[in-house]
């Protein structure tokens, strides 16, 4: 059954495009086809769940609590856009542009950020750091919110698992589990720390990499 759908601009109210379809999904690809530009457009908790977004303009957006599971989001422009809450699992980023967009909250799980721009962007769900930037066309001046203390990640994080809490590398700490530690603090604490977390034989083991990790970066 058809339905009227209008897409607002969530400041000022105006009516960006609409038409009648059977769902609010079905509007917004049509908007994304015929090329209307979407910035500022109002998508809060929308089911955008396997959308097909490609080449969208959507500078600006709310898309809080969305669900942008399999959504096909690549080669746009999302720049200062809210994901916050937003479900972007297994979704498509793709030569994408996200520059000084919201992430807090936001689930990632298999989310292709290939040849993506991310710039100035803010995320709090450790799920980020299975992301894999290194391959993004630039990742630089990012934060991640660990409560009320923002870790700078100007640099792609450095992931090692297979260990009973899992390392991250970040600009000025080291997750371990999931504790933020000041490199200089780690350092500073000695064997005795890594030994307490992971015992003396895989301390001993990880040690001289973790250490040399921290002098390099």
């Not at 457009?41 to 898309?63: G, I, T």
């Not at 390392?167 to 604490?189: Q, S, W």
Request: hydrophobic letters at 40%; proline letters at 2%.
């Amino acid at each position: 059954m058809l339905k009227n759908y209008q897409l607002r601009n969530h400041q000022t109210g105006d009516v960006l495009y609409e038409g009648r379809f059977e769902t609010l999904k079905q509007c917004v690809e049509s908007a994304v086809h015929q090329r209307i530009n979407l910035s500022y457009v109002d998508l809060r908790n929308a089911n955008l769940s396997h959308a097909n977004l490609d080449d969208a303009n959507m500078e600006s957006a709310n898309l809080s609590g969305a669900n942008l599971c399999g959504a096909n989001m690549s080669e746009g422009v999302f720049d200062c856009a809210n994901f916050s809450n937003a479900d972007v699992t297994y979704a498509c980023f793709v030569q994408s542009s996200f520059k000084n967009s919201n992430f807090t909250k936001s689930s990632f799980a298999v989310t292709d950020m290939t040849d993506a721009v991310v710039e100035g962007c803010v995320f709090s769900c450790p799920s980020v750091f299975n992301m894999q930037f290194h391959r993004t066309e630039k990742f630089s001046n990012n934060m991640f919110m660990d409560g009320d203390k923002a870790v700078p990640m100007n640099k792609i994080p450095v992931m090692v698992v297979g260990l009973s809490r899992d390392i991250v590398y970040l600009d000025n700490h080291i997750k371990i589990g999931m504790d933020f530690v000041d490199k200089t603090d780690l350092i500073a604490a000695g064997d005795r720390h890594l030994e307490f977390i992971y015992g003396r034989e895989v301390a001993t083991f990880i040690r001289p990499v973790l250490y040399e990790n921290i002098v390099n970066l």
